[in-house]
C-alpha cells in the first residue's frame, strides 16, 4: 500500500541530495506569521529544539533566517574548530579557517609543494607556513589538496534555481586516481582523525559521482572509523543517500532517523530528506530499530512528515511520558485547525450560521483527533498534561461545544505549563470560548466580556508576547460580536468592532459615530470600544466631506471638511478646474500651477462658483468650471486623491473599492455632466458650444466604459461623436480632431 502525504511538494531535488548538500529551501527574508489563521501557539508548551518542525503550512521548516543556512556554510565552525583542535592552534589563529574555506585549491598545493620563499609574502609569515615540517601541519595541507580537488563536486552548479536538470558529472580517470591517492594515504596514516576526514572525502566523492555501490562498499568496509561525533554523522548522510537513490528507502529512513536523534545540528536536513515510500519499507524501518528510543525517533519523523495521529498513538503506546509528544500534539492541532472540507456538507463551523466564519475545519479530521486526545488525557500519564487538556480544549472549541471546551481548560489550569506563554495561552483560549457563548451580548455578558477583551487588547500592544497567536484570535472575537451586534440592529456598536465602508453610506450613521467619539458620557464597555475603533472623529468627517460633495450638497461638504486638520494642509496634484482633450493626469500634475487648492480651498471654490450659477453670474465660465471639478473628482479626471482618506483608503481605481455605494459615487458623471449641460445652454459661440459638446461626449465614453463595456482600446465608443460636426468650422473642432484618435477614426471611417 502507498503512503498518503500531507507535505507540500516543494521538494524540486532528491531528498537525498538535499541531506548530502545541505541545502534548506527556506527563504532567509521570512518571519512565520500564521497568527491570522491560527490561535494555538506551539510555542506554548513544545521545546524550543523542535521549533522548525512546529507546522508552516507554507515553507518546509518553521523560524527565522537560521533556519536559511546554506550548504556551503552549514557546518564551517564545526569544520575550523575540529581542526584547530587538531593542529593545536588557539581560536585566533585564522589561517586554518582561511585555508580551509576560502584558499583555492592552487594555492594550496604550492603551499604544499613550494619553499615559502617562493609563496605570496602575505602567507610566509604565517604560522602554518613557517611550521610545514611538523607531521600533523604537513598532513593538513597533504588532506587540503585532495579535499580542494573535491569540492566541485559537492558544490553543485551555481545557479540551483534554474528549472533544468544539472548534467551529473562522471568520474574521469583523474578523479578516480586521486580516489585512489586517497584511499592510499588511508591505509597509510595510523592517525584517527585524519583517517575519518579521508573516508569523508572519498565516500563523498563516490556519491557525487552517483558510483552508490562504491559508496556504500567504502561506507561499509570502513564503518569502524564511525564514532558519535557530528562530523561522523554527515558520512553516514552521504551512505543514507546512496540508499536511497537505490530505492533502498527502509534502511535510508532508517539512517535518517539516527541522524535526527543524535545531532540536532542535522536535524533539518535530515527530517527533510526522510522519505518513506510503501508501508513495506516503513515497516522495514521500524524493524531495524533496536530500542523503544529508536522507534520513538522513527515515529517522530513519521508524525512531522506525514501522519501526525498515528504517530502520537504509537509513541503513547511505547512511553506515555515521551516529550516528543509535546512537538506532534502541537502539529495535530493546527494541521486540524487549518484543515478544511472538501463538500460543504463536511464542514464543522465554530458556531451557528455566519458566526463561525474565522475557521471551518474538517469534521472527520476535528473527530478523530478529539477521539485521540479524550484517550490520553483521560490516562493523566503524559509528560505535560497541561498541554493535552488544553489541545483537547481548543478542539472542542473547534467543534462549537464550549462546555466541553470549558471543562477541559479548567483542567489544564490544575496543571502549571512548562513555558511562561502556556498560562497566556490558555487564557486567551478561555476568552475566545466565552465570546463563542456570549450569544445574546447583553450587559451581563457585555460587562463579562470587557476585562478580557482588555486583557486581549494589552497583549496584542506587547511585543514581547509576539509568539502567542492574539492576532487571528482578536481579529476572529471582534468579527464575531459585529456580527451579533448587526444581527440585534446595533449597527454602531458593529461598526466599532469590524469596520465596513457601506457603514458611511449613511449621513446619519455617520454622525452618530462622529458623536459616540466625542461623547464624555461613555461607559467603561463604550470605552473600551472607541479604543480598538481605528478612526478619529475627523476621519469620518472627512468620509462625510467627500459624499456631501459627491453628492453635490457643497455647503454642507465644506463645513465637514472644515472638521477636518489635513484638509488645510495638503494640496491636490494638479489643477482641479482644468480639462484636456486627452486626459493625461501625469501632465496635469506636472504643470505649473498659479493657484493651489488643498481639498477644502476646493470645495469652497466649488461653493463659490455654485452660488454664481445659482445667481445667474457669469453662467458659462462657472458652470464649466464646475462641471470639470466633478469630472476631475471622479475616478477618470485627475484630483482621485480628494475621495482619498483614512477611512475609504489610498484607493485610486473604483474597482478597487468593496463598497459598491462609494464605486457608484467615483464613477459616476452625473454632476460634471449637469453643470456641462448648463454651461453649454450659456455658451456664447460655437467655440464655447464645441468644447461644451466634447467634454459631455468625454462623460458619456466614461459612462459607457463604467457601464461594463468590453469594446477594446482600438475600439470606438459607441457615442454620439457625429454631434460635433456642426462645429467643424471652430478651432476647437480642429485641436479635438487632431488630439482626440477615437474622434479621428470615426471622422475618416464616415468619409
Known amino acids: 500500500m502507498t503512503l498518503q502525504y500531507f507535505r507540500k511538494s516543494l521538494i524540486a531535488f532528491s531528498a537525498v541530495a538535499f541531506l548530502s548538500a545541505g ?140 528549472y533544468d536538470p544539472v548534467p551529473a558529472r562522471q568520474l574521469e580517470a583523474s578523479d578516480i586516481a586521486r580516489i585512489d591517492s586517497m584511499t592510499a594515504e588511508m591505509k597509510r596514516s595510523k592517525d584517527a582523525f585524519l583517517l575519518q576526514r579521508y573516508y569523508f572525502q572519498i565516500v563523498r566523492a563516490y556519491y557525487f559521482a552517483q558510483d552508490y555501490d562504491a559508496c556504500l562498499r567504502f561506507y561499509e568496509e570502513h564503518k569502524s572509523l564511525l564514532d558519535e561525533s557530528l562530523f561522523a554523522s554527515r558520512i553516514t548522510a552521504y551512505s543514507a543517500g546512496a540508499l536511497y537513490k537505490q530505492k533502498k528507502f527502509g534502511m535510508a529512513n532508517y539512517r535518517y532517523s539516527r541522524i535526527f536523534a543524535q545531532h540536532p545540528e542535522q536535524r533539518l536536513v535530515a527530517e527533510y530528506s526522510f522519505h518513506p515510500q510503501e508501508e513495506a519499507d516503513w ?41 516528543k509528544l509535546d512537538l506532534l500534539l502541537s502539529r495535530l492541532v493546527n494541521i486540524t485547525e487549518a484543515s478544511s472540507a472538501t463538500d460543504g456538507a463536511d464542514r464543522q463551523q465554530r458556531n451557528e450560521g455566519k458566526d463561525g466564519t474565522f475557521i471551518a475545519v474538517n469534521a472527520d479530521r476535528l473527530a478523530a483527533a478529539i477521539s485521540l486526545l479524550q484517550h490520553i488525557t483521560e490516562a493523566h500519564n503524559t509528560h505535560q498534561p497541561f498541554a493535552w487538556h488544553m489541545a483537547l480544549g481548543y478542539l472542542y472549541f473547534l467543534k462549537g461545544d464550549a462546555r466541553g471546551a470549558t471543562t477541559q481548560f479548567d483542567a489544564a489550569a490544575k496543571y502549571t505549563p512548562a513555558q511562561s506563554l502556556g498560562k497566556d495561552q490558555l487564557h486567551m483560549l478561555r476568552i475566545m470560548n466565552l465570546a463563542l ?38 481579529s476572529w472575537i471582534k468579527g464575531l460580536l459585529s456580527e451579533r451586534y448587526r444581527r440585534k440592529g446595533n449597527l454602531l456598536f458593529a461598526e466599532l468592532y469590524d469596520q465596513d465602508l457601506n457603514f458611511y453610506n449613511d449621513a446619519q450613521r455617520a454622525q452618530q459615530m462622529k458623536n459616540f467619539i466625542r461623547s464624555a458620557q461613555l461607559s467603561p464597555y463604550e470605552r473600551y470600544m472607541r479604543s480598538i475603533y481605528p478612526y478619529s472623529a475627523s476621519d469620518v468627517a472627512a468620509v462625510q466631506a467627500i459624499v456631501a460633495a459627491f453628492s453635490d450638497r457643497l455647503p454642507e461638504a465644506v463645513n465637514l471638511m472644515s472638521e477636518v486638520p489635513e484638509a488645510e494642509q495638503v494640496t491636490l496634484p494638479g489643477n482641479p478646474f482644468n480639462n484636456r482633450i486627452q486626459d493625461c493626469h501625469d501632465c496635469d500634475h506636472a504643470a505649473p500651477q498659479k493657484v493651489k487648492y488643498t481639498r477644502l480651498d476646493f470645495l469652497k471654490k466649488m461653493q463659490e462658483m455654485r452660488a454664481n450659477v445659482d445667481a445667474g453670474k457669469d453662467v458659462y465660465n462657472n458652470a464649466l468650471l464646475l462641471g470639470n ?10 484630483a482621485r ?16 473599492f468593496a463598497s459598491d455605494f ?22 456664447a459661440n460655437d467655440e464655447q458650444r464645441a468644447k461644451i459638446t466634447y467634454l459631455l461626449l468625454k462623460c458619456k465614453r466614461n459612462d459607457y466604459y463604467t457601464h461594463g463595456s468590453e469594446t477594446g482600446a482600438e475600439e470606438i465608443p459607441p457615442i454620439p461623436y457625429a454631434s460635433l460636426y456642426a462645429f467643424s468650422n471652430t478651432r476647437y473642432y480642429q485641436e479635438v480632431l487632431s488630439e482626440c484618435g477615437y474622434f479621428a477614426t470615426f471622422v475618416k471611417r464616415k468619409k
Open 23 to 162: 541545502m534548506v529551501w527556506a527563504c532567509g527574508w521570512w518571519e512565520p506569521d500564521v497568527s491570522e489563521s491560527s490561535a494555538f501557539a506551539p510555542e506554548s508548551f513544545a521545546g524550543a529544539q523542535y521549533t522548525p518542525f512546529f507546522y508552516e503550512p507554507d515553507y518546509p521548516f518553521y523560524g527565522d533566517e537560521s533556519y536559511s543556512t546554506n550548504s556551503s556554510g552549514r557546518f564551517d565552525e564545526n569544520v575550523v574548530q575540529d581542526w584547530l583542535t587538531y593542529l593545536k592552534r588557539p581560536e585566533s589563529d585564522s589561517s586554518v579557517a582561511y585555508f580551509l574555506l576560502k584558499a583555492s585549491a592552487e594555492l594550496i598545493d604550492s603551499v604544499y609543494r613550494l619553499p615559502a620563499s617562493q609563496l605570496p609574502a602575505s602567507l610566509q609569515g604565517m604560522y602554518l607556513v613557517q611550521h610545514r615540517s611538523n607531521k600533523k601541519i604537513s598532513s593538513f595541507f597533504r588532506f587540503l589538496t585532495f579535499a580542494k580537488a573535491n569540492e566541485p563536486y559537492a558544490k553543485g552548479p551555481d545557479d540551483y534555481w534554474g
Open 283 to 323: 515497516k522495514e524501518s521500524l524493524a531495524l530499530c533496536r530500542t523503544g528510543e529508536e522507534r520513538i525517533g522513527m515515529w517522530l519523523l513519521m508524525g512531522i512528515y506525514n501522519d501526525e495521529q498515528r504517530a502520537i498513538a504509537e509513541i503513547y503506546r511505547i512511553d506515555p511520558a515521551s516529550d
Open 437 to 474: 457563548t456570549s450569544v445574546e451580548m447583553n450587559k451581563e455578558q457585555e460587562q463579562a466580556l470587557l476585562p478580557e477583551l482588555e486583557w486581549m487588547q494589552q497583549r496584542s500592544a506587547d511585543t514581547a508576547r509576539t509568539r502567542l497567536r492574539l492576532s487571528g484570535a482578536y
Open 629 to 638: 471639478a466633478f469630472y476631475n473628482m471622479s475616478v477618470y479626471g485627475n
Open 641 to 656: 486623491s480628494f475621495y482619498q482618506s483614512a477611512i475609504t483608503g489610498e484607493i485610486n481605481f473604483a474597482e478597487d
Open 662 to 683: 462609494f464605486r457608484g459615487l467615483i464613477l459616476s458623471q452625473e454632476r460634471a455632466a449637469h453643470y456641462l449641460q448648463l454651461a453649454l445652454k450659456a455658451a
